[in-house]
């Protein structure tokens, strides 16, 4: 079952859908209408769409124009949020 056998209730569907493991923990793949994908693509996948809420919410509020160089703000947020999600979902 993995890291994700703490969860409780739909969370845990989730989790168990998002990333499966296999019987030595590691990430397997995932299967997507036949095809097997990199869990990493996925997670990439699920990191730009956090990313963009996030830039969405930031451009409404004004912080964006707090940063020296947005784009360069933008990618360093995409790699922090894609780190976060392999490192705990």
Avoid: K, Q
Avoid at 26 to 52: D, K, Q, R, S
């Amino acid at each position: 079952m993995g890291r994700a056998s703490w969860s409780i209730g739909r969370r845990s569907r989730i989790i168990s859908w998002f990333a499966e493991h296999d019987e030595r923990g590691m990430l397997a793949e995932v299967n997507l209408f036949g095809v097997y994908v990199a869990p990493i693509a996925v997670y990439a996948v699920a990191a730009t769409i956090v990313t963009l809420i996030c830039r969405f919410v930031l451009w409404r509020v004004g912080a964006l124009s707090w940063f020296w160089h947005a784009a360069l703000f933008e990618i360093a947020f995409f790699v922090c949020v894609l780190c976060l999600m392999v490192i705990y979902v």
